[in-house]
């Protein structure tokens, strides 16, 4: 069984940065997809960015240019930049992890954007 363990949410002022870490453990193939989506109060939960194993990304026009997502496979980590953090940023942050077989979730961390 794979988990998935997020880390670095927090409350942020507008425009500041803050950067997501999750850390998969457990036996995960080689060949996968891993992302992040966010769910704000209200909302559906949106995909956010992912990054497959050959290091191929994808984002939501409304981060790009913004957040930049990254991951180190020996590690079993991705990781999420986020630069010029806004309010409507504001959402519970998840990770994922999926492939052809498998599609796991993390538990989530708040990111706050407020003065």
């Known amino acids: 069984q794979v988990q998935l363990v997020e880390s670095g949410g927090g409350l942020v002022q507008p425009g500041g940065s803050l950067r997501l870490s999750c850390v998969a453990s457990?036996?995960?193939?080689?060949?996968?997809?891993m992302g992040w989506y966010r769910q704000a109060p209200g909302k559906e939960r949106e995909l956010v960015a992912t990054i497959n194993n050959y290091g191929n990304t994808n984002y939501v026009d409304s981060v790009k240019g913004r957040f930049t997502i990254s991951r180190d496979n020996a590690k079993k980590t991705v990781y999420l930049q986020m630069n010029s953090l806004k309010p409507e940023d504001t959402a519970f942050y998840y990770c994922?992890?999926?492939?052809?077989?498998?599609?796991?979730w993390g538990q989530g961390t708040q990111v706050t954007v407020s003065s």
């Open positions: 457990g036996s995960i193939f080689s060949i996968n997809v």
């Open positions: 994922n992890l999926r492939n052809s077989l498998v599609n796991y």
